[in-house]
């Protein structure tokens, strides 16, 4: 059974700390790893992706991988009010379609 | 560029009607995905295009669902005998990279069903 967790919170942050969100996944055949970020009726946002141990930077966000912990993460610096969503955190197996195994999600919120 | 469309954005209909929802991928994406998601849930791969064939189906829940992409752009999911537990929203993605290693999806609005 392939699946991701996530903590579904909600998580919540004061603005301008650092949010942390987490996730972890089953299939240690999985290859490509992605966040996406969903506001509330919304549809899904990819904001980041990894492929590769250890991290991947791109602004305000960073993508951690850990293949061996089977565990991977996504933290945002300055959060703002804005940030405030739905983080989802979806795998990738090479032998399966290359389709997204989705977790169910970490809601943040980010209080002014 | 314009972004994966999908139509309509909204359908209600009556328990044992059928249903088609369209998605228009990205332009010069070959790989399309149907997935759904319920109220609170991460999305549940439905099937997977790869030009016009369906590559993987496994996740349609039963013979009821079918979809099809007759000139490998557009896809059509078809649902039959529409029953209350099929409301949802279901999400198309497109895909432009072939490399199951290498695979960012992006997805439509969606459309909202909802089976009275």
């Known amino acids: 059974q392939k699946e991701v967790e996530q903590n579904s919170g909600p998580l919540s942050v004061p603005e301008g700390a650092i949010a942390s969100l987490n996730c972890t996944y089953s299939d240690r055949g999985s290859q490509s790893f992605f966040w996406y970020r969903q506001y509330s009726g919304k549809s899904p946002e990819l904001i980041m992706f990894?492929?590769?141990?250890g991290d991947k930077e791109d602004g305000r966000f960073t993508a951690q991988l850990n293949k061996a912990s089977q565990y991977v993460s996504l933290l945002i610096r300055d959060s703002q009010p804005s940030d405030s969503a739905t983080y989802l955190c979806a795998v990738s197996h090479n032998n399966a379609g290359n389709m997204l195994t989705f977790g169910g999600g970490t809601r943040l919120m980010v209080k002014p | 560029g314009a972004g994966v469309s999908q139509t309509p954005s909204n359908k209600v209909t009556e328990k044992g009607k059928y249903v088609e929802l369209r998605c228009d991928p990205i332009s010069g994406h070959t790989a399309l995905y149907w997935y759904r998601q319920s109220l609170g849930q991460g999305p549940e791969f439905l099937i997977y295009f790869q030009g016009t064939g369906a590559a993987d189906d496994s996740g349609l829940p039963n013979d009821r669902f079918f979809a099809v992409r007759p000139e490998g752009s557009v896809s059509t999911l078809k649902i039959q005998r529409t029953e209350r537990g099929d409301s949802a929203v279901y999400l198309c993605?497109?895909?432009?990279?072939?490399?199951?290693?290498?695979?960012?999806?992006?997805f439509g609005p969606g459309t909202r069903l909802t089976v009275l």
């Open positions: 993605a497109s895909s432009a990279r072939p490399d199951p290693s290498y695979n960012e999806q992006f």
């Open positions: 990894i492929y590769s141990n």
